[in-house]
């Protein structure tokens, strides 16, 4: 096992990012992705083109479209893909999974790790590998197409957690060696908890469904997330502290967030948002059927709601925001989403959660 | 008392339009509004110029905001304000109030007639007056500026139910004096349990919140129901006919009403909507602070989800609208709307809910 070797799961604008990334570091590379075009087109010359907040030429090691190709020894696999489709990706590289290998999911919403590591035990592999989760992506990118990757800028400081928790500080060293920003936290609860995407996306997106549907263009930020829903993003925001603290963890509220990240201030969210450089330009989605929707509600709201149903914390305003999702969408995110039997969680106290996330 | 005597309470659109048309049909007719300004510019001249599906102008007897001035002695006291105020307006009246007294709900929402009754008994009086509800406007119209009101349509049907139930033959013979279009049903049940607005307001408004409050002007039918918020309004819908069933009682579905209301056909609600051409040119709420929220969820989804739990059935969808208006809005709907305490049916089973309305 190669700890100099990285196995890149995902080939969309985060995995493309990392990649050529890392490989203009030095890293030698292996990059997945399930899309088959993707992978042909990125076969072809293995190289990818960075520009923005980090310019280059990466040359990709290995492209394929053959997990256990991918990562069959390599010390470290970041997984960079739809939070919804860990699961199913887990699974897929479970047969291949060795003791001592480490996975490092980018982000892991709420239950990344948790849900890999008892999809993982349910496929039958033994492996004692270090489960890890971001509680965000380390850049605003975005490939325009294969072999092409723009970072628009890279965040100051992102956390870490592990299964077992104590592996924190070794798998963040690991990743220092190429990024400084990863710092390593308490345990997962608290980048599960951490899950900003959930706060600012299902709601504001729901919220503007109609002029996406209709496809009327619009700024996502500094015209869908309008005063009023701003305060509709803090009531759900309040209901996820209330969650966390009936759990024992403290993560900051997201204008605390919005302050720490982005450095700007004033008393509501509203304000706050307005402010953020970083989001001009951002349109809002042009369907429903967004990542906004299908990805922050099953791995964001749901899990978020149902621990805290389990703690006996209300969370009225997620259940809602997942009720009319469903409604919209024609599904059920109750059902598709990380229940707490799929987060290994599923009868236990806080307590016994605690003990759950430090195995 | 003159039954050829009718108070309009109320010089809105619908209050304007009906009384430049009874007017013109020879009936004296009292007007009355809470706003002062309004009433001093009707004291002008005490005409009013419809046009439209009515056309003339009708001379007013007597414009007034004194309440008590507005409905002393008279036969039929019509009540065309919105839904939300019905509750203190009744306050306001009832010292005035006598026996034989006809008072119509224009319409009343869910549970108009109940609160009416409910708030003149505990303001003290004993006047064995007969209330009324009717399930919606009789016109599309609309009043651009004191004196002149514009009825785009008159719809062909109205029903009207009664406290005592009993007496909605009487009722419906008093208006059809005037309006054929009245049609007398067994109990107010069916006309509170028959609330379009409740579901085609609330729910499409929320959806649409950032474009409303971005001042983005959309039609509001045509570009605010989109295919995917008529599947909420369905699944609200479906909910609403669930509690009706629990209580026994038949109303139609709202995809039902549009085909009688407007011949219009189609499996599912969108195909329908699309082809109403009354709604043509009908734009979008410009704010938040709009009736399809601050009039249809409390009088409205408030009482239609309370019965529903009363009787043991979920209405999830309707709960989320009511609980994501409540955080949009900064209110507490479920507080300030109809409770069961305010209809007198807290605590109340199927048959004593129906004991209930007869009397």
Not at 113 to 134: M, Q, Y
Not at 139 to 149: D, I, L, N, Q
Request: aromatic share 6%; net charge neutral.
């Amino acid at each position: 096992m190669d700890s100099a070797q990285v196995a890149i799961i995902g080939a969309g604008n985060g995995g493309q990012s990392f990649a050529a990334h890392l490989a203009l570091l030095g890293f030698s590379v292996r990059l997945w992705d399930v899309e088959k075009e993707k992978v042909d087109a990125l076969k072809k010359t293995r190289r990818i083109r960075v520009s923005g907040a980090v310019t280059g030429e990466g040359v990709i090691d290995l492209v394929t479209g053959d997990i256990g190709e991918a990562v069959r020894d390599v010390g470290l696999i970041m997984v960079v893909i739809p939070t919804v489709y860990q699961g199913s990706v887990a699974r897929a590289m479970a047969p291949y999974l060795k003791d001592g290998q480490v996975i490092v999911l980018h982000p892991g919403a709420t239950g990344g790790a948790l849900e890999v590591r008892t999809t993982i035990r349910e496929a039958g592999s033994r492996a004692a590998v270090t489960l890890a989760e971001t509680d965000t992506l380390l850049y605003a990118c975005r490939s325009p197409r294969a072999g092409e990757a723009i970072i628009h800028g890279i965040k100051d400081r992102v956390n870490v957690a592990t299964l077992p928790a104590a592996e924190a500080p070794r798998v963040a060293a690991l990743l220092n060696a190429a990024f400084p920003q990863y710092t390593p936290v308490s345990n997962v609860l608290v980048t599960s908890l951490n899950n900003g995407n959930a706060m600012m996306h299902p709601a504001p997106t729901l919220l503007n469904a109609g002029r996406i549907e209709s496809q009327s263009p619009f700024e996502y930020y500094s015209e869908g997330v309008t005063p009023s829903i701003a305060r509709v993003v803090e009531a759900i925001d309040s209901e996820r502290l209330a969650v966390a603290k009936s759990l024992d963890v403290t993560v900051p509220s997201i204008g605390e967030w919005y302050t720490a990240c982005y450095g700007v201030t004033g008393k509501e969210l509203y304000e706050q948002v307005q402010q953020v450089k970083a989001y001009e330009g951002i349109k809002g989605p042009t369907t429903l059927n967004t990542r906004y929707l299908f990805e922050d509600i099953p791995t964001g709201l749901v899990p978020l709601s149902l621990l805290g149903r389990a703690m006996g914390v209300a969370t009225p305003a997620m259940e809602a925001v997942v009720t009319l999702g469903n409604a919209l969408l024609g599904r059920d995110f109750w059902r598709e989403g990380r229940s707490l039997e799929k987060l290994g969680l599923a009868g236990k106290s806080s307590a016994e959660i605690h003990a759950v996330v430090v195995n």
